[in-house]
């Protein structure tokens, strides 16, 4: 017996990195999974490898009419969505005066704007169960200020605020709000991060990841996170919303 036996999940950013992972970890506890990604071919992959009942469900979260025909999709499949994961997101490092009102909103849009909508979609059918999750991955940048990352980091910020308000709101609902908040996650945005810290410093590569490190001295991993959104969408947690649980090595304890 799996611990999500029985449950149907959507992860949007579902075809790479933290979301992929968590796709397979709740695969492999036995939900039936939508794979949700803008790239048709990540999503099938990660579908096939979550197995028989996932599904690959194309979806842009910048599109309101495509984030709720995603949960429509869910319900029509597998008759209920028990939980959504809010994966989806972008980062740019840049510094603040470089960050112009275009690059603002698209940081937003993904990163904020679109857990709102998916959010909103999911919502109504769950209150009238009195049962779901929502898991938004934000960051530790949601609890702390980082550098050349203003727009992410309002928008990590925003999202566990909109988790935890969303969280006294429906206290009585049978339904949880909560964020999960990585450190530097081994995925290809954060190579990405480092990618831009040696083409703006001229440091190496090992210099650039250096600082990303967490205190335990590595990358948290994929599957970490994933591990921790598993217990939120289970049973064993349903006692716990509105909390924003780091998973960063020790790096920001609060």
């Known amino acids: 017996m799996g611990a999500l036996d029985g449950r149907a999940a959507l992860v949007t950013g579902g075809g790479r990195g933290i979301g992929r992972a968590i796709a397979l970890a709740f695969a492999h506890e036995g939900a039936r999974v939508g794979v949700a990604a803008r790239t048709r071919s990540e999503i099938e992959a990660v579908a096939h490898e979550c197995g028989e009942g996932a599904a690959g469900i194309e979806l842009d979260v910048s599109d309101p009419d495509a984030c709720r025909q995603a949960v429509a999709e869910c319900e029509r499949r597998w008759g209920a969505l028990d939980v959504l994961v809010n994966n989806a997101g972008i980062a740019a490092g840049r510094k603040f005066k470089d960050i112009d009102d275009d690059a603002w909103r698209r940081t937003l849009e993904v990163d904020l704007t679109s857990a709102f909508r998916m959010t909103r979609a ?4 769950m209150l009238e169960r009195r049962s779901g999750s929502v898991i938004s991955i934000a960051s530790v940048a949601g609890k702390v200020g980082v ?10 910020h925003g999202l566990i605020g909109l988790m935890r308000a969303l969280a006294v709101e429906h206290a009585r609902s049978g339904v949880t709000f909560n964020c999960v908040c990585p450190g530097y996650v081994d995925t290809p945005m954060t190579q990405g991060t480092a990618e831009n810290i040696v083409a703006r410093t001229g440091r190496t590569r090992e210099e650039a990841v250096r600082p990303l490190l967490t205190p335990q001295g590595r990358l948290v991993t994929p599957e970490e996170v994933a591990a921790v959104c598993v217990f939120l969408a289970s049973a064993a947690a349903r006692g716990i919303t509105g909390q924003a649980v780091n998973v960063d090595g020790g790096a920001v304890q609060s």
């Open 122 to 125: 999911a919502l109504p059918k």
């Open 147 to 156: 550098a050349y990352a203003v727009d992410y980091t309002a928008a990590k």
